[in-house]
T-cell receptor, first 109, second 112 residues
Framework: KQEVTQIPAALSVPEGENLVLNCSFTDSAIYNLQWFRQDPGKGLTSLLL?????REQTSGRLNASLDKSSGRSTLYIAASQPGDSATYLC????????FGKGTRLHILP | DAGITQSPRHKVTETGTPVTLRCHQTENHRYMYWYRQDPGHGLRLIHY???????DKGEVSDGYSVSRSKTEDFLLTLESATSSQTSVYFCAIWRGTTDTQYFGPGTRLTVL
């Protein structure tokens, strides 16, 4: 059974710092991995999608990597801003989409 | 914006009453999903649909049923609501393995 783990559960960093969020999964037979952002009381917004054949994807200050063999993905956020404060979730798709519980990120002004 | 709406957005009901949540999409996508989100559990799949009248169970399907009589609508029914079904419910659509899921705004359900 696929399990997705995100560590840490919460993270606070000063504005301007670069940071890395981690996601691990137990079964490497996935189609893709996705990173989402969720603001309080809101739905999920897709940030990046990495296909199983890809190593990384970039969008602006965000870079997501995928290492299927080790069952790991990272989301790198450069030059963090207070507006980046949110919960970040990763999800893997094998025959269903399984979500991690998220990392709650707080950027300190 | 993938044109997904959910109704109602908020609902308070009493234990034992039936409740139906509606998800509506405007883009004619085949795959639709219902999730619930709870503190400490993250997002968990309740049911999903891969076409009109084609549905399957997710990991937390007990106490829930779904129907999809039209491509654009996916209904989630709690036949007899219980307090353990108090949660935020999200609908999502999926365009295929090369694309991501798109989520609706959520429905906050409270069962007293």
């Amino acid at each position: 059974k696929q399990e997705v783990t995100q560590i840490p559960a919460a993270l606070s960093v000063p504005e301007g710092e670069n940071l890395v969020l981690n996601c691990s999964f137990t079964d490497s037979a996935i189609y893709n991995l996705q990173w989402f952002r969720q603001d309080p009381g809101k739905g999920l917004t897709s940030l990046l999608l990495i296909q199983s054949s890809q190593r990384e994807q970039t969008s602006g200050r965000l870079n997501a990597s995928l290492d299927k063999s080790s069952g790991r993905s990272t989301l790198y956020i450069a030059a963090s801003q207070p507006g980046d404060s949110a919960t970040y979730l990763c999800a893997v798709f094998d025959d269903k989409i399984i979500f991690g519980k998220g990392t709650r990120l707080h950027i300190l002004p | 914006d993938a044109g997904i709406t959910q109704s109602p957005r908020h609902k308070v009901t009493e234990t034992g009453t039936p409740v139906t949540l509606r998800c509506h999409q405007t883009e004619n996508h085949r795959y639709m999903y219902w999730y619930r989100q709870d503190p400490g559990h993250g997002l968990r799949l309740i049911h999903y649909s891969y076409g009109v009248k084609d549905t399957d169970k997710g990991e937390v399907s007990d106490g829930y049923s779904v129907s999809r009589s039209k491509t654009e609508d996916f209904l989630l029914t709690l036949e007899s609501a219980t307090s353990s079904q108090t949660s935020v419910y999200f609908c999502a659509i999926w365009r295929g393995t090369t694309d991501t899921q798109y989520f609706g705004p959520g429905t906050r359900l409270t069962v007293l």
